[in-house]
């Protein structure tokens, strides 16, 4: 880095006080809140654990930088809101950065470069990001403690292409190339379990049933007393995959089922009743619950349908009523292989997975996991996984807040504003390293509860 220092400069006054600027105001960075990652990374380990399942093929006598300081370096910079990794080389020389990595913040050499960084997501093999995903699920079950019943929602969202990158695939309802990443997440937690990158269509049955089959395989290795349960879309609903779960034995489901004119009719006389019973009530609208067995042309044997009925008013465009208004009755299917209540199962079971999107929007917005830039199907998925590293450091944070307090529940674009961009000015010592926070910053309380809920303890 430049020791060149600019010359100070004066701004107009502020109530006849001379406004003076200079550069001399020590080493500092505004990333105050690398702290609370890097105590993050302490307590989860989810950088060494990518470190360790990623092979470093590499000349040991040339390495100037290890495979955790890179990974943690690039995972640092997602979170902090550096997606790209041209922004790496103005953050090689931060000084929190490299004490988040492991360095001394002033006396140390340099972090990885941005063409060091992208050598790192374009080299590793098919094999290494498959290790990579591994050691993701790794991470969840490692991090999680298990009950008797876990559920697991699926969901896939469209990132668009920019480029000929591979695996890209035209999708007529975005009007645009591109993927439909498949996300994993644990119901109770919202911890991420997998993340896969995949064309822009809707999954066949075979790749859905592939996908649950290696997921759930995996955390029965690791949770042998634990019942899993999905909790899909109708994307997800495929025939394959409901076979293979119910042949499983320790697995559940509940998906969504697209409606037909052969459940239309077997829940006719419900829908009458609904209607006679929604025109006697002053209701706006009125719902009910009931389940059946139904056989689809393509399934081998009969499953439970759960159908939710809602009956309200809604505009007559026809202009066939006198008001304007009309009775319409709104019917949802999902088929599952859970016992209980219709309406249990659809109200709180089923409905539920809207947190799902939540959850996907942290991944996909607010970590910027729809940044595909590399032109490898490879390179793209390791970058998947970098995020959902990012995704967990940032989940650290967030689970550390108490729970009483305003940002327990934050979005982590809030927590980035609150917590992580703070400035600071860093002193290195002969014999300790001292960082300064402003005196002005408002979550000064709150960050000092995080960092030392994040620490080891001394005893």
């Given at each position: 880095m430049t020791e060149d220092t600019p010359l100070p400069f004066d701004l107009p006054a502020v109530h006849r006080k001379k406004l003076t600027v200079d550069f001399n105001g020590g080493t500092q960075s505004s990333n105050g809140g690398l702290l609370l990652l890097r105590e993050a990374e302490r307590k989860l380990g989810v950088c060494q654990r990518l470190a360790a399942g990623m092979p470093d093929r590499r000349d040991p006598d040339r390495i100037q930088h290890s495979m955790r300081e890179m990974l943690m370096e690039r995972v640092s910079a997602i979170a902090c809101g550096y997606e790209d990794a041209n922004d790496l080389d103005r953050l090689r020389h931060d000084p929190l950065m490299k004490l988040a990595v492991g360095r001394c913040p002033e006396t140390s050499e340099p972090l990885a470069s941005q063409p060091t960084i992208s050598r790192l997501e374009n080299s590793p093999s098919k094999t290494d990001a498959a290790r990579a995903a591994l050691a993701m699920v790794d991470q969840f079950c490692a991090t999680v403690t298990p009950g008797k019943v876990e559920?697991?929602?699926?969901?896939?969202?469209?990132?668009?292409?920019?480029?000929g990158q591979q695996l890209a695939f035209w999708n007529a309802h975005h009007d645009e190339r591109g993927f439909a990443t498949m996300h994993i997440y644990h119901v109770g937690t919202g911890a991420p379990v997998a993340m896969i990158l995949r064309p822009a269509r809707t999954p066949k049955g075979t790749e859905v049933r592939t996908v649950i089959k290696h997921v759930t395989k995996l955390l029965q290795e690791r949770w042998p007393n634990t019942r899993i349960v999905w909790r899909g879309d109708s994307h997800y609903g495929r025939v394959e995959a409901m076979e293979w779960i119910e042949g499983n034995g320790d697995s559940d489901y509940i998906f969504g089922l697209p409606g037909n004119p052969v459940l239309d009719e077997q829940v006719a006389e419900v829908a009458d009743n609904l209607c006679i019973h929604h025109a006697k009530s002053c209701q706006e609208k009125v719902r009910t619950h009931t389940s059946f067995r139904y056989q689809a042309s393509s399934w081998t044997h009969p499953r439970r349908v759960v159908a939710r009925?809602?009956?309200?008013?809604?505009?007559?465009?026809?202009?066939?009523?006198?008001?304007?208004m009309r009775q319409a009755v709104d019917i949802r299917y999902v088929v599952t292989s859970l016992k209980g209540s219709a309406e249990h199962l659809y109200a709180d079971v089923y409905c539920q997975r809207?947190?799902?999107?939540?959850?996907?929007?942290?991944?996909?917005?607010?970590?910027?996991?729809?940044?595909?830039?590399?032109?490898?199907?490879?390179?793209?998925?390791?970058?998947?996984?970098?995020?959902?590293?990012?995704?967990?450091?940032?989940?650290?944070?967030?689970?550390?807040?108490?729970?009483?307090?305003?940002?327990?529940?934050?979005?982590?674009?809030?927590?980035?504003?609150?917590?992580?961009?703070v400035g600071a000015r860093v002193i290195e010592h002969i014999a300790r390293i001292r960082i300064q926070l402003p005196t002005s910053f408002p979550e000064c309380a709150l960050f000092r509860t995080i960092a030392l809920g994040l620490a080891p303890s001394s005893g």
């Open positions: 559920r697991f929602d699926i969901d896939d969202t469209f990132v668009a292409a920019h480029g009925l809602e009956c309200s008013l809604q505009p007559d465009i026809g202009g066939t009523t006198t008001n304007g809207g947190q799902m999107e939540n959850l996907i929007k942290l991944h996909k917005a607010q970590m910027a996991s729809d940044r595909m830039s590399c032109h490898s199907a490879t390179a793209n998925q390791v970058r998947l996984i970098l995020h959902t590293a990012a995704f967990w450091l940032m989940l650290a944070v967030r689970d550390a807040i108490p729970a009483t307090h305003p940002l327990a529940k934050a979005e982590f674009k809030t927590l980035r504003e609150h917590l992580i961009k």
